[in-house]
């Protein structure tokens, strides 16, 4: 049910209600984002709440959600604000975001059951139980981030994207607040190359990150988040700038697709505190156990990191 409103300052408000699909901890998502570098000046998370903004086709949605569950009881009340009342398209496109975003539709029956059997992980899947993948927002932010953080500390390359979100991006004003939403694929693709090279700085950077706009805006998501894997990542390593390692990056980090990892030296040294009992743990295996979980091995990589240390997830 839709309930709708309108504040003092004329902006629009209408709330409703999403089912996660249990066990699902809020709090341990909000935990994870309050440590994701990428994200950090996005959103708002205060007393249990999470606020950001969301662009559709230049109309900005800023939404706040909060728990109203249990973990194993699920219910998530969310709140839309925006300068005009939404249409039942956007205001689905909306809840589908916040969706997509939360992971809320996983299902993790069968992967806590493989953790649960495999004794050193066992521990790390009571410590993190209920948390579902938090991803970027969208796949293209997910895609934009790849291309700016290629050999660049990601604190830098956070601070770029807060530069590209105030030039391109669209914003609202909620509570004295103003949130800003990444670009839309088709915004930034009619940019050009001098107005981002101030806030880039890097010529070939540039380049990649028009050549992912221009691919984004020419693509259907759902096309993304339902093709075969393969055909996926062939379509993504064809964008200049995006190499087997981001296109791995995009494919789980972006679309949730959990089949595959993108395997570097963080993940590697997680692994190796669960699994390795001081020492390092060889690729063999680590390909070996991550064999074991098969299309969850993504989600049990995640956790992998999420023990060790969520402010190292990249």
Known sequence: M?????????????????????????????????????????????????TRAVSFGGQTVVFRIRSTGLVKNPRLKYTLFSERALSSGIREAVADRISFFLSLSDDLETFYRIGYGDVDFAPVLQKYYGLHHVKFITPFECASWAVLSQRYPMGAAQKVKQAIMEKFGTGLEVDRRVYRAFPD????????????????RNKRRVEFLMGVAKAFSEIDEHFLRTAKYDEVERWLTKI??????????????????????????????????????????????????????????????YYLRASSSMSSVK
């Open 240 to 301: 200049d700038g995006i190499g087997e390692w981001s296109s791995k990056l995009i494919m789980l980090r972006g679309l949730g697709r959990m089949e595959k990892l993108a395997v570097e030296k963080r993940l590697l040294k997680a692994a190796s505190t669960v699994y390795g009992h001081g020492k390092p743990l060889a690729q063999p295996r680590f390909d070996q156990i991550a064999e074991k979980y098969g299309p969850w091995k993504g989600y049990w990589a």
């Open 2 to 50: 839709i309930h709708a409103d309108r504040t003092a300052l004329g902006v629009s408000s209408e709330e409703g209600f999403l089912s996660p699909k249990s066990p699902f901890d809020f709090a341990k998502s909000l935990d994870f984002l309050g440590e994701f570098t990428p994200m950090r000046d996005d959103h708002l998370i205060d007393e249990h709440s999470l």
């Open 185 to 200: 694929p088709s915004r930034l693709a009619r940019a050009s190359e001098e107005e981002l090279m101030p806030l880039v």
